[in-house]
């Protein structure tokens, strides 16, 4: 089993920045590929970013693609969003996503592990 704690959610204005962060426990954290998703209000989860096990591997959304960044710190169990030129279209709520893989993964059911998510907020 593997728990995944996610923070540093909230509101900001359109332009602005957050990190997201995320904690796992229960695993060998180095077994784990990491991946970011969100989920807008009648919308389907939807993929932003992933990492793999090393951390020298990353692939994004085109959406978020120069804007966000993945990463992960494997001596601290933690992986992160930086997210910086924020705007409305990216409010939605934000999860964090494991699985046990070398290699990235980007659709939700190849994930086998999820944070409870984060809400973000951006206004405009």
């Known amino acids: 089993q593997v728990q995944l704690v996610e923070s540093g959610g909230g509101l900001v204005q359109a332009g602005g920045s957050l990190r997201l962060s995320c904690e796992a426990s229960?695993?060998?954290?180095?077994?784990?590929?990491m991946g970011w998703f969100r989920q807008a209000p009648g919308k389907e989860r939807a993929f932003v970013a992933g990492i793999n096990w090393s951390g020298y591997n990353t692939y994004y959304a085109d959406s978020v693609k120069g804007r966000f960044t993945i990463s992960r710190d494997n001596a601290k169990n933690m992986v992160y969003l930086q997210m910086n030129s924020l705007n409305p279209e990216d409010t939605a709520v934000y999860y964090c996503?494991?699985?046990?893989?070398?290699?990235?993964?980007?659709?939700?059911?190849?994930?086998?592990?999820w944070g409870q998510g984060t809400q973000v907020t951006v206004s405009s």
């Open positions: 996503a494991a699985e046990v893989s070398l290699g990235i993964r980007t659709t939700p059911a190849m994930y086998d592990y």
């Open positions: 229960g695993r060998t954290f180095r077994s784990l590929a």
